[in-house]
């Protein structure tokens, strides 16, 4: 069964940055859209940004301008490169893959702190 495998998380002061990635531990075919979500305890998750097959991207207004996501569909891979982050921004990240027939992959998550 292949699975996702999201890194990059940690903790940071509010201003700071990191990067995440996604990849899957094998081939995926097919894969349209690629995601990051995340889940705040308490929350619900909740999509932050979408990447299209085209790299069309899509962004939760909270972090529009702060956040960019991008692929490698060449390596299936999945970033997200997270800027300027506050203690909203606290939560577990998971990578989402939709293939064409409509099948989703999900990583298990990695934990994002923001804290002074």
């Known amino acids: 069964q292949v699975q996702l495998v999201e890194s990059g998380g940690g903790s940071v002061q509010p201003g700071g940055s990191l990067r995440l990635s996604c990849e899957a531990s094998?081939?995926?075919?097919?894969?349209?859209?690629m995601g990051w979500y995340r889940q705040a305890p308490g929350n619900q998750r909740e999509l932050v940004a979408s990447?299209?097959?085209?790299?069309?991207?899509s962004y939760a207004e909270s972090v529009k301008g702060r956040f960019t996501i991008s692929r490698d569909n060449v390596k299936n891979a999945l970033y997200l490169q997270m800027n300027s982050l506050n203690v909203d921004d606290t939560a577990a990240y998971y990578c989402?893959?939709?293939?064409?027939?409509?099948?989703?992959?999900w990583g298990k998550g990695t934990l994002v702190t923001v804290s002074s």
């Open positions: 990447i299209t097959g085209g790299a069309t991207t």
């Open positions: 989402n893959y939709r293939t064409v027939l409509g099948r989703d992959y």
């Open positions: 094998g081939t995926i075919f097919g894969i349209s859209a």
